[in-house]
């Protein structure tokens, strides 16, 4: 079976500081990782996945995340965090290609509160 | 272009109703994918189409839950004699390939 864990549900940061939302993961095979941002009363918004190569992958709004084999991590990061920046942010992952289960096993989730 | 779509947006049931949800997927969009989402959770899977396929169901909770893409495109969520611990969001979504999953704003069921 495969996990999310988010362990923060909630992360403060100060608007134009550094930020970071962590996540870690647990899955029998090659992972394929995702982060999904969700506003109020709207759907998840996809930001940025890892499939394979480059740990660190670029983002949909300045995000980026690091992939960790070692640690299997995948923290959410962002050099300058915007008061925009505020919502509530998912962790996914699958199993690779070939590796079964297609749908997306998500954490519980991390509010993110940016403040002016 | 047009994203993917769900409707209704709201639904309140009374407990033992059966309910219905749609979804249309993004054009050309060959997996689907249902979630349901609690209070306060993230998503949790429900189900899998390739094409008209139901490849994986593995995520309904139970026999009440039923869900169909006759023809590989509009899918249809059904419950039957709801309960109140099937109140939540319950979102769609579609993908290309093997890449990311995109997702429909999501249809809030409450059953009183």
């Known amino acids: 079976a495969q996990s999310v864990a988010q362990p923060e549900d909630q992360v403060n940061v100060a608007e134009g500081n550094p930020l970071t939302v962590k996540c870690t993961y647990s899955v029998s095979g090659n992972p394929y990782l995702f982060w999904y941002v969700q506003y109020p009363n709207r759907g998840l918004q996809f930001l940025l996945k890892y499939i394979t190569g480059d740990n660190l992958v670029k983002g949909s709004y300045g995000f980026e995340a690091e992939f960790n084999k070692s640690q299997t991590s995948f923290h959410l990061k962002k050099p300058s965090a915007l008061v925009s920046d505020s919502a509530l942010y998912f962790c996914a992952v699958r199993v690779g290609r070939g590796g079964g289960a297609d749908g997306l096993t998500f954490g519980k989730g991390t509010h993110l509160i940016i403040q002016p | 272009g047009a994203g993917v779509s769900q409707s209704p947006r709201y639904k309140v049931a009374k407990r033992g109703q059966d309910v219905a949800l749609r979804c249309d997927p993004i054009s050309g969009h060959v997996s689907l994918f249902w979630y349901q989402q609690a209070l306060g959770q993230g998503p949790e899977f429900l189900t899998y189409?390739?094409?008209?396929?139901?490849?994986?169901k593995s995520g309904l909770p139970s026999d009440r839950f039923f869900a169909e893409r006759p023809e590989g495109s509009v899918s249809t969520l059904k419950i039957q004699r709801t309960q109140q611990e099937d109140s939540a969001v319950y979102l769609c979504?579609?993908?290309?390939?093997?890449?990311?999953?995109?997702f429909g704003p999501g249809t809030r069921l409450t059953v009183t």
């Open positions: 189409f390739q094409n008209e396929a139901q490849l994986d």
């Open positions: 979504a579609s993908r290309v390939g093997q890449l990311e999953q995109y």
